[in-house]
């Protein structure tokens, strides 16, 4: 016998259940990453969702008792003409996957067909749809939506297991005797204070001096920075606050003397730490790998503190490939629902393959070269 559905849909945050987590913690039961929680919608939507040129659906499964199995964020957003249907994201989201509650239901494909023609029946048309970064499992629980996936996400996941010993865990650092070599260098320059910012003056000042540190990094690979994506930057200088109010936020620094020479701006969901921007200082720093000394410390205070993984969230950067033993596969889907969603992902193919060419790779540099120099 199959399960009975129940499929509610808001369209504000304002209206969901009090079953959708809010906080790190916010639930014994629920199961989730931190980008689906309430708190983390709310800052994307005064950030990165402000613009208004989506529609949102906050979705709620439950079964035929009004037990929650499955809370989804998704939304529909116009590009070029066509309706896309996917989940609410941006780039802000290092894993795009609905919030889970224990269940007793035995996940198929068939079941889960069922439940994802019952959720888009209950939603606006569309024409193409884009599920990305579908993780298998959250917290251990299998992920029913991983089902839907058709192929591999381009980019993987990639964390550290710290249900390990510590010994363990520090014999996977990477290049570990020259690591303790410069932090003992460091030491001789001015006292070398890690720390985790607890009071807003503190994460005020980590908060600056991560924004400012990776604007100049942002600058070096000539990618668009915090100067060009205001939403970005103001996710972070904005939100840093709501996230700590709401004990989502783990901000550490690593100074020398009076100078924070790197960060790890990150949230955590129960015993889980996403360190999600880090930054370090450059110059004459970068021969003491500060970022590398900030990692190791920051690793050894989240084994301390009982956490059972340090996630790195996405990213097939070789430095991750690099730091990381455990790599968490995902997956997604690409399919056109309608003709304009057929035209809709020629297009993207064709974009896609331009973007490839030699002559695209060496040109696209130039223009955020040209965009700051105007500035």
């Not at 990305?132 to 251990?140: A, L, Q, V, W, Y």
């Not at 996936?149 to 014999?171: K, M, Y």
């Not at 030491?187 to 604007?215: M, N, W, Y």
Request: aromatic residues 12%; glycine residues 6%; proline residues 5%.
């Amino acid at each position: 016998m199959k399960p009975q559905f129940r499929i509610s849909v808001f369209h504000s945050l304002d209206e969901v259940s009090a079953d959708w987590p809010s906080g790190a913690t916010d639930s014994e039961s629920a199961r989730y990453h931190p980008f689906q929680t309430v708190t983390f919608l709310r800052v994307w939507l005064e950030s990165f969702g402000r613009s208004g040129r989506r529609s949102l659906y906050f979705i709620e499964v439950r079964d035929d008792g009004g037990r929650p199995i499955l809370f989804l964020p998704l939304c529909i957003a116009r590009r070029k003409g066509a309706r896309i249907l996917e989940f609410i994201d941006d780039e802000a989201a290092d894993y795009n996957a609905p919030v889970l509650f224990p269940a007793e239901i035995a996940w198929d494909r068939e079941t889960v067909d069922l439940l994802w023609r019952q959720i888009t029946d209950a939603l606006p048309p569309f024409d193409f749809l884009s599920l990305s970064k579908m993780p298998r499992d959250i917290d251990g629980i299998p992920n029913p939506l991983s089902l839907l996936g058709d192929r591999p996400n381009e980019i993987s996941c990639h964390g550290n297991d710290l249900r390990r010993t510590w010994e363990e865990v520090e014999a996977g650092v990477p290049q570990r005797k020259t690591l303790m070599r410069k932090m003992r260098n460091l030491e001789k320059l001015a006292p070398l204070v890690f720390g985790l910012a607890e009071d807003e003056s503190e994460r005020r000042e980590a908060t600056a001096a991560f924004i400012r540190q990776k604007q100049w990094r942002f600058e070096q690979t000539l990618v668009p920075g915090f100067d060009v994506d205001l939403d970005k930057r103001d996710f972070f200088d904005k939100g840093t606050e709501v996230f700590a109010r709401e004990g989502m936020l783990k901000l550490f620094y690593l100074k020398s003397g009076e100078t924070i020479i790197a960060t790890i701006w990150g949230l955590t969901a129960g015993r889980r730490y996403y360190a999600i921007m880090l930054s370090f200082e450059a110059g004459d720093w970068a021969k003491f790998s500060p970022g590398s000394a900030l990692y190791y410390r920051t690793l050894q205070w989240l084994h301390e503190h009982g956490f059972e993984w340090l996630d790195l969230g996405i990213g097939d950067e070789p430095w991750k490939l690099e730091s990381c033993e455990t790599t968490f596969p995902l997956t997604a889907r690409q399919s056109a629902v309608t003709l304009r969603g057929r035209l809709f992902a020629a297009r993207a193919r064709l974009i896609a393959a331009l973007r490839a060419t030699a002559l695209w790779q060496a040109l696209r540099p130039l223009k955020w070269k040209i965009l700051r120099g105007v500035r």
